[in-house]
């Protein structure tokens, strides 16, 4: 079956700590996976994307095929990190996504 | 700059009253999406919609049904509200190909009383 797990409902860190935003996946083949961002009063947007391997706002994630799993990391949160993150599994060739539960992203000052 | 807006911010309709959610998106897309969002569960796909007329069951369909008369509008359609119901409806658009990111429309939530 396929499934996006995100283990944590809330991450609470501090300006300038580490941020790991924990994602696996389940899907037989191989996986294109997303962060998608939701700031407060704004709308669901991309972060990242797996393919691109690109840094968004300090943001990286890493596909580890071996632990199925897509991490999002920062070395150095920031408060207006503070927001929901939702991982999320492209299903097929539809362009359909499967999303995770999300997790809460609160930076304290 | 892609546009997806939806009809309503907020909405409170009773118990059995049929709910029509709008969603309309001004790029041209083929793709077009309704979530429901729940804290704890994630988006939950409720269908979607790869061209017009054309529509496919997601993971939750039940209760609800969708219209695509036209490529730019995909309606969302509670035909008797109940409370379990109660939620935020995020309205999504894409192209077709399988990397392209999905826009959101800013949601609407229902309070079904």
């Known amino acids: 079956a396929q499934r996006v797990t995100q283990p944590e409902k809330l991450l609470s860190v501090f300006k300038g700590a580490p941020v790991e935003l924990k994602c696996n996946y389940s899907?037989?083949?191989?996986?294109?996976l997303f962060w998608y961002v939701q700031y407060s009063r704004q709308r669901l947007q991309l972060l990242l994307r797996?393919?691109s391997r690109e840094s968004i706002k300090g943001f990286t994630a890493d596909l580890n095929k071996g632990e199925t799993s897509f991490h999002l990391k920062k070395p150095f949160a920031q408060e207006e990190d503070s927001a929901m993150y939702y991982c999320?599994?492209?299903?097929?060739?539809?362009?359909?996504?499967?999303f995770g539960q999300g997790t809460t992203l609160q930076v304290k000052p | 700059d892609v546009k997806v807006t939806q009809s309503s911010r907020y909405l409170v309709k009773r118990t059995g009253e049929k709910v029509f959610l709008e969603c309309v998106q001004d790029?041209?897309?083929?793709?077009m999406f309704w979530y429901r969002q729940d804290p704890g569960l994630g988006l939950r796909l409720i269908y979607f919609?790869?061209?017009?007329?054309?529509?496919e069951k997601g993971d939750i369909p039940e209760g609800y049904s969708v219209s695509r008369e036209k490529k730019e509008r995909f309606s969302l359609i509670l035909e008797s509200a109940s409370t379990n119901q109660t939620s935020m409806y995020l309205c999504?658009?894409?192209?077709?190909?399988?990397?392209?990111?999905?826009?959101f429309g800013p949601g609407t939530r229902l309070l079904v009383l």
């Open positions: 899907y037989s083949g191989s996986p294109e």
């Open positions: 999504a658009s894409s192209r077709p190909a399988t990397q392209e990111t999905q826009y």
């Open positions: 919609s790869y061209d017009v007329k054309m529509k």
């Open positions: 797996h393919i």
């Open positions: 999320a599994l492209l299903s097929g060739n539809t362009g359909k996504l499967i």
């Open positions: 790029m041209d897309h083929e793709n």
